[in-house]
């Protein structure tokens, strides 16, 4: 049961798709408290009580403890104390002995979720704002009360099946001859591969749209040289148009009065990648349009896929900023510069980037309205995600294309998937990137995943290996890291084997990994989900932070540490563990409820499947286009006849009717062709 | 068995105490390049090699997989890929089934260690300058390992017992009213206190050696005041020497020619706390001795305890400094401001801090020689501890004083403690403040603890409780945070009475810790150690990250994570878990060999101890001085008669004879009166 509140003049945020009357009277559960614009909702916290969502947002898959704020921010350097990241998920569960029920604030400002921070038996949410709908959502179960929410805001993003291979990436590839190069190394070495992105440099001069002629002289023939091979480009588009005279974008989209404007009705130019650019207004259906409309260059030259980036917007600074910090370097100079003036001279420069002064100095038109940034910030990356799956449906309506972004608010997740944002090469990192996977989940965003490796610092041999082994597992699986980092390639370090037989396990594992993920799309369901969604009453699991229920019936539970060869896991019910170091070369353990201490080497990790569950794995291949998806060898530890209905379309149709596509594959007790007792084997063609 | 290796013409460090022959020919084991002035020793590493040490450095106790940087940094967001902390300790051991060796690097300039960093497979250790001895220390075992390395540097620091007691601190502590304040809600709420410590803010201008006249009217008889409570006051005393006309220090060591030099034969002076300074050059003894006399005003006041700051040496700026950075900004002004400039911008003032530039303008005289301060940069900290510490023999030789330290380098163990420098309130902090500790140990910094709720950002109270019990068991306990963070002092909390509970657990301990820490001491052992120490054969208690061995025969395991509310522990052998909530609630748990999972409540915390070991309790109290600590509570999980030797002294006299001091306690397995089954506890008057 979903109830509306409304409160203040809410604005379209395109989060929701159903149309609810409001309630009247307060909030149930909580107190409310009005104060100037801010709204404000307390409730008592009980010790057991576990708070599940948030989506993209630092800490545990419990968000209790911190104090969160929604406020899409361009922050790589994060760590645990950063309240705001990329996105903004405003939906939250509080679950406990005696009450299960969810919140989404639709709200387009700032909002803060004081979690049991400032006092542990205390949550505050407070919109900054005061203009927004909250929604209560209740259910009997965690399960039913995700379901109910996403019914709200409607069905998640289907990626094509390519987007579920391997994909490489890196800030600096240039031009064909390095991206070919790129692919090579990896058919050379057998490392499975589907998709090249390409990073900021293959344009010209960072200029969204272009490419640059002396690099990719001919995209069209090399996309289809690529697409021969079985790999894809997935090129970067950022959210800036460059502000430059003669440029044609510019012109025309000024023409077309499609950029955000300032106060006075100029247009609000800020600096970033290509220099001075400015902004398409993508709250305005003219603006989304016009925008998507350039995206047809690349799509003609037979590109399928897209990273939209820097879409909070981030803002490298504007004129305004840069003349205040210099005017305030310049007040200090000279004077016996103390440690408050240090302090005021590093933040003067350090603070021009996605300045709140920026973000006030300009407007979107909403209907009639003209809104300041501020007041609706959290909408522009999802906005630019419209604007380009509405493009896409309109190029080739016959299609899914890949698409996913680095900022986005609920309701993006209708139209692309999201990577996690900038992160680092840090052990803390790649236990965020399975912490954030379940509130991402929650709220629509199946298609996501981390940079693997990491985007920022260098990474470590064992580190990328265990990142890879999390990624293995995550639909978006892709390879990534930034400039002047150690390269991060697989081939490139002594124990590439390794790393490869870690992504060979992803292609045996891809058809079914595929099938779980479009059955929890098509069904409102959730490809990862925290244990308490599957045990509720088991006030073990309802805590476990680092281990993840994957699809119907397995759990994920990769070793996060530095140097560890092994790690403890949580069974709330009897499982088969497979201990994977590649496609075709794997353990079968039985594993009783309970705790266990798994021995994990470096090469090796684990996935689990509950009793009476199936896995099907294929023998693999190099990409995903390739594989025989029709061998399956299925294994489950079973003690009764066992079916998995098993999902499988064309890979890119937009439309797919699930029951026309499941093929019900049954397995019996005696099946058994394993010395493991208990674990049936199959080896099936279907 | 120790052989030392020479290599250039290292200079003195005072690391050493005992001279040894240099061998001729290669250091065994490694391969060494020379380049230029740089040297380096490669080793091959097996996956089995575990590598510790390196004292005071981020992740794990086994410091593999990482490449680590001594050069002492002022650097308080430092994360897990931060290369520097404040201290270098240039100790590692090398441990696997087919070596046991440890090396030290007695170089006082810029050391690498890349661990397995570059490649998982091999180790490269760099001595940027080539000036140093590289000792080679071989035994059976690493504690037989540790102990011939620590004779070879000389016996730790001895605090006095107070100094084991809780301490409370905040950067901004201002007056006396401020401190009394600080006292009473302890004392009127029962929570255990020993010392309050004064931060930058006592000082006139923040100004070494003096204090505000208008907020400590009368030191000496404020000091009183609080001793009569059993408290004491601890003040900081930072590096730099105000370069102030007229003001009697600057004036004093000026005449003297104490300060270090520029090439020019000017002193060099740079911004810190007070403003411009200059930086007493410790390196001359007569500099050292100078400064250690202007400690005597505040031991005449009383004052028995000094935390010595900023002595990397931190530097704020030098007007050189600003003055480049102000020209790099200038150039940049008016011209299109691209992204490279924006970060050229950010850096120019973000770069004047602790600016390698400025270490490299400033000189100590060492012998006849002029040194370039980079050369010899890790020394500073350690010979301001060692200038503090010969100061406090002279004043008072009959007593021991508290003195920790920020910087550090090895040998500034036998005249101080240290603690682990400026970090963070995130749980991240408080596991790499247990990982630390060993690593510390092993270097001989046997007093030491972390900033305790952590000193920069906000606490939470489920935090700081997780902070305290790590806290009840470090030599060092004290609660300090920063200025502008979230007021931390226990009874600001709505949770203080579960706080101050697990701080009764302290000093019901205190005795008892204090003996297992004076017997470490005297005897060159550890108080914290890896559990490879006592378990080397065990293949899972040598990678073990997250517990330690405390003393004789305890082990730790606090509980690291947010929200959890229990943990999993590997136990090597047999052991008996005391859960305790407060000195007078635990419960004694007999765990056998192997792994468990361990309820733990917010408010509940672990102590484990071998079988065959004791544990003494006293009753506890609220300061060190008032504790009876002859009526003890003897617990142990025993099959045979057990002894105890009980380490007790008079607390402050400075050159303790172990034996006369050890009184031996022994309890018999019949001497049960608990219905724990197999658990021993005898109550004893001593």
């Known amino acids: 049961m979903i109830r509306r509140y409304s409160f203040g003049t809410p604005l379209p945020t395109d989060a929701v798709v159903c149309a609810l009357p409001a309630e009247k009277g307060d909030v149930p559960y909580f107190t409310t408290l009005r104060e100037n614009e801010r709204v404000s909702f307390t409730l008592s916290l009980s010790p057991e009580d576990i ?41 939250l569960v509080f679950f406990g002995p005696s009450r299960l029920f969810g919140i989404y604030l639709d709200d387009p400002g700032a909002v803060i979720w004081d979690l049991g921070y400032t006092r542990s038996d205390t949550a505050v949410i407070t919109s900054e704002n005061g203009n927004f709908d909250f929604y209560l959502i209740e259910e009997d179960s965690l399960s039913g009360l995700v379901r109910t929410f996403r019914g709200l805001t409607g069905q998640s993003y289907l990626p094509p099946r390519w987007a579920f291979g391997y994909i490489q990436s890196r800030w600096g590839y240039a031009s064909e001859d390095e991206i070919r190069t790129v692919a090579e190394e990896h058919r050379s070495r057998h490392i499975p591969l589907d998709a090249v992105c390409m990073d900021i440099d293959y344009m010209v001069g960072f200029k969204n749209f272009t490419w640059k002629p002396e690099a990719f002289p001919d995209l069209k023939r090399f996309s289809t040289e690529l697409k021969q091979d079985h790999l894809r480009l997935v090129p970067i588009i950022d959210a800036g148009i460059p502000a430059e005279e003669g440029f044609a974008q510019y012109e025309e989209g000024k023409a077309e009065g499609v950029f955000c404007k300032k106060e006075d009705g100029s247009e609000f130019v800020a600096s970033v990648w290509p220099g001075w650019c400015v902004f398409p207004d993508f709250l305005q259906e003219k603006a989304r349009t016009w925008f998507g409309d350039q995206y047809r260059p690349l799509l003609e030259a037979g590109i399928e896929g897209f990273w939209n980036d820097m879409n909070e917007p981030a803002l490298f600074f504007t004129e305004e900023g840069v003349s205040e910090a210099f005017a305030r370097a310049e007040s200090l100079r000279g004077s016996h510069v103390d440690y408050e003036s240090m302090w005021q001279l590093k933040g003067s420069f350090n603070g021009i980037g996605n300045n709140m002064n920026d973000y006030r100095r300009f407007f979107h038109r909403i209907g009639d309205a003209s809104v300041r940034h501020d007041k609706v910030h959290n909408l522009y990356g999802a906005h630019m995600t419209r604007a380009s799956a509405d493009a896409f449906r309109r190029y080739d309506p016959d299609r899914r294309f890949l698409l996913f972004s680095r900022s986005s608010f609920i309701g993006a997740h209708r139209n692309g998937g999201v990577w996690q944002g900038d992160n680092f090469s840090w052990w803390s990192h790649l236990k965020m990137a399975l912490q954030m996977l379940p509130g991402l989940n929650m709220c629509g965003f199946l298609y996501s995943g981390c940079d693997l490796g990491g985007f920022g610092s260098n990474v470590t041999e064992d580190l990328l290996t265990r990142f890879l082994q999390l990624g293995v597992f995550t639909p978006l699986m892709r390879n990534h890291s930034a400039l002047h980092t150690r390269e991060q390639e697989i081939y490139r370090f002594s ?69 560890a060869v092994g790690r403890y896991v949580y069974l709330p019910e009897d499982m088969l563990m497979i201990r994977f170091r590649s496609a075709s070369d794997y353990d079968l353990v039985p594993l009783d409820k309970g705790d266990h201490r798994i021995d994990l080497k470096l090469n090796e990790f684990p996935l689990f499947v509950k009793k009476n569950h199936l896995v099907a794995l294929c023998a693999g291949g190099e990409s995903s286009e390739t594989l025989d998806d029709r061998a399956l060898t299925v294994i489950g530890r079973i003690d009764r006849e066992t079916v998995y209905d098993y999902y499988r379309d064309d890979g890119f149709s937009p439309r797919p009717d699930l029951q026309q596509h499941l093929f019900r594959i049954s397995i019996k007790p005696e099946t058994v062709c394993t010395s493991t007792a208990g674990v049936a084997i199959s080896k099936l063609l279907i």
Chains 1, 2 share one sequence.
């Open 495 to 563: 124990t590439w084997e390794m790393m490869r037989d870690t992504v060979t396990v992803r292609y045996a594992l891809l058809p079914f990994l595929y099938s779980e993920f479009m059955k929890a799309a098509l069904t409102d369901g959730m490809y990862f989900r925290p244990l308490a969604f599957d045990y509720p009453e088991d006030t073990r699991a309802v805590r476990v932070e680092d281990q993840l229920m994957l699809g119907e019936g397995c759990m994920i539970a990769p070793v996060l540490e530095q140097n």
């Open 51 to 91: 708070l599940f969502g948030l989506g993209e947002s630092v800490r545990g898959v419990n968000k209790r403890g911190f104090r969160f704020r929604s406020w899409n921010s361009d922050i790589p350097s994060h760590t645990e104390n950063t309240e705001s990241l990329y996105a903004s998920h405003n939906f």
